[in-house]
């Protein structure tokens, strides 16, 4: 008998896995709320002997310390990881026993980090399975650029060779398992499709049909940006992360919320960005639970700065926590529920929303600014003339440059917009959120040019 069962963390395009038989499994790359892991092993039946990490992360805090605590399973790090914890160094080539039949093998991929190391899972001697964390995933393979500027070019090359290894040793029936590339921006792209095998991959996947000249030059050329608080996970993760606090904040009213937004501490609303632009609490900002809520803000706020969370309800305040531990954010200093009226004694604020049509026939271009807070890879696409450009994750360091006027602002989709559009507001600007997709302002009559 051998299962896998997956553990989507889709708010960081991440996934983790339980494997095994049927009285003991391994979990791989387990995310830091370690708990639905051990749901998991509960509805199969089996118990948590090893937990393994296929290198030290740099997009989310692990919970492999934790599981390994609570569980007394065997935790296993590639030795080349230098930690600050007691842990069983893996090597290429270790196996180790994970149920009767199953044996999970290392195998070194340099690339994503130096220390990379996949796990081979042979069932009676035939690999049936490998978890590939951040080497080859779904028809791309992981970033290098993560660890070292200076070792980037050197580690794109180790990166093909090592999913060519994994390509020219392993059947090509065997499950490829990735931790990344389902939205996480430690992919040098993102996944098409949900499952693969090596034998897919082969076929399909750019890094294992190209020489390596080729390949790294097209990787590095391709690479996005950093999301800022990569640089505060992996020492997290190297120095060993504290156990989950999930308990409910502290209780803020009305006027504690005024008193913190004075003291400049970032006041979150969590509601859907229809309702936020229709009434919202003066200088607070707009990150929707729904959305890539860690990811975002994480990214945008100063790493430190003490956030206080406003929610419609209970369940979604639990959520939101939820989420921000996975990258760091442990503790919010105070939270809200209910609804934004009694959460400040001052008349609520709003703003305009408005869609790319709407934008085409108002032509703000004589009177105010568009604001395209997209990325620079996806400007580079196609982008609408005369508009001003300042990514998101800049744009709250980046304010003073935005023309004075009405701004409407827009991104791929709306969700960057409606965060965009909130930290506008609560700068005090006249501001419209375009909540559209994109491919809808070349039909909207929008001039476009492409960079």
């Known amino acids: 008998m051998f299962f896998v069962d997956t553990i989507e963390v889709t708010g960081l395009g991440n996934r983790s896995y339980l494997a095994g038989g049927g009285r003991t499994a391994v979990a791989v790359d387990p995310p830091r709320d370690a708990d639905r892991v051990l749901e998991a092993a509960a509805r199969r039946g089996v118990r948590i002997s090893h937990v393994v990490e296929t290198h030290i992360h740099n997009d989310y805090v692990t919970g492999g310390l934790e599981l390994a605590r609570l569980t007394g399973a065997a935790y296993l790090v590639p030795a080349g990881a230098a930690v600050a914890y007691d842990r069983i160094p893996v090597a290429d080539g270790d196996t180790t026993v994970i149920d009767a039949d199953l044996t999970l093998r290392a195998v070194a991929?340099?690339?994503?980090?130096?220390?990379?190391?996949?796990?081979?899972?042979?069932?009676?001697?035939?690999?049936?399975?490998?978890?590939?964390?951040?080497?080859?995933l779904i028809g791309t393979v992981g970033r290098p650029d993560l660890v070292e500027p200076r070792l980037t070019e050197e580690l794109a090359r180790a990166q093909h060779a090592s999913a060519h290894r994994l390509a020219a040793e392993l059947p090509d029936a065997t499950a490829v398992l990735?931790?990344?590339?389902?939205?996480s921006f430690c992919a040098a792209g993102q996944a098409e499709g949900d499952g693969t095998t090596i034998g897919k991959e082969k076929a399909s996947n750019a890094a294992l049909a190209e020489d390596v000249d080729t390949f790294t030059a097209r990787l590095?050329?391709?690479?996005?940006?950093?999301?800022?608080?990569?640089?505060?996970?992996?020492?997290?993760?190297?120095a060993g992360p504290a156990p989950v606090d999930l308990t409910p904040p502290a209780p803020a009213d009305a006027e504690e919320i005024?008193?913190?937004?004075?003291?400049?501490?970032?006041v979150v609303d969590l509601r859907n960005r229809v309702a936020f632009a229709e009434g919202h609490v003066t200088g607070s900002y707009n990150f929707e639970a729904d959305g890539p809520l860690a990811t975002y803000l994480a990214w945008l706020i100063p790493w430190g700065k003490p956030v206080t969370l406003l929610?419609?309800?209970?369940?979604?305040?639990?959520?939101?926590?939820?989420?921000l531990v996975r990258v760091g954010i442990d503790r919010p200093a105070a939270a809200a529920i209910g609804r934004p009226a009694s959460w400040t004694c001052d008349a609520l604020a709003g703003f305009s929303?408005?869609?790319f049509a709407d934008l085409a026939r108002c032509h703000p271009a004589e009177s105010g600014t568009v604001?395209?807070?997209?990325?620079?890879?996806?400007?580079?696409?196609?982008?609408?003339?005369?508009?001003?450009?300042?990514?998101?994750?800049?744009?709250?360091?980046?304010?003073?440059?935005?023309?004075?006027?009405?701004?409407?602002?827009?991104?791929?989709?709306?969700t960057r917009a409606a965060i965009a559009a909130s930290l506008l507001d609560a700068a005090g600007r006249e501001v419209v959120a375009v909540d559209d997709t994109f491919a809808a302002a070349e039909a909207a009559g929008l001039p476009l040019l492409t960079a």
Do not use: K
């Open 109 to 136: 991929t340099t690339g994503h980090t130096p220390h990379h190391t996949a796990y081979v899972v042979e069932n009676r001697g035939t690999a049936v399975a490998v978890f590939t964390g951040g080497s080859l």
């Open 258 to 266: 005024a008193v913190r937004l004075a003291a400049g501490e970032w």
């Open 371 to 414: 604001l395209d807070v997209r990325r620079a890879s996806e400007r580079a696409a196609g982008f609408i003339a005369g508009s001003l450009h300042i990514p998101l994750h800049l744009l709250h360091r980046r304010l003073g440059e935005v023309p004075p006027g009405q701004v409407w602002v827009h991104c791929a989709g709306g």
């Open 353 to 355: 929303r408005g869609t």
């Open 178 to 183: 990735p931790t990344h590339g389902f939205g």
């Open 220 to 238: 590095l050329a391709e690479l996005d940006d950093i999301p800022a608080y990569y640089a505060h996970m992996g020492p997290a993760n190297s």
């Open 311 to 323: 929610a419609e309800s209970p369940a979604q305040l639990a959520a939101a926590q939820r989420e």
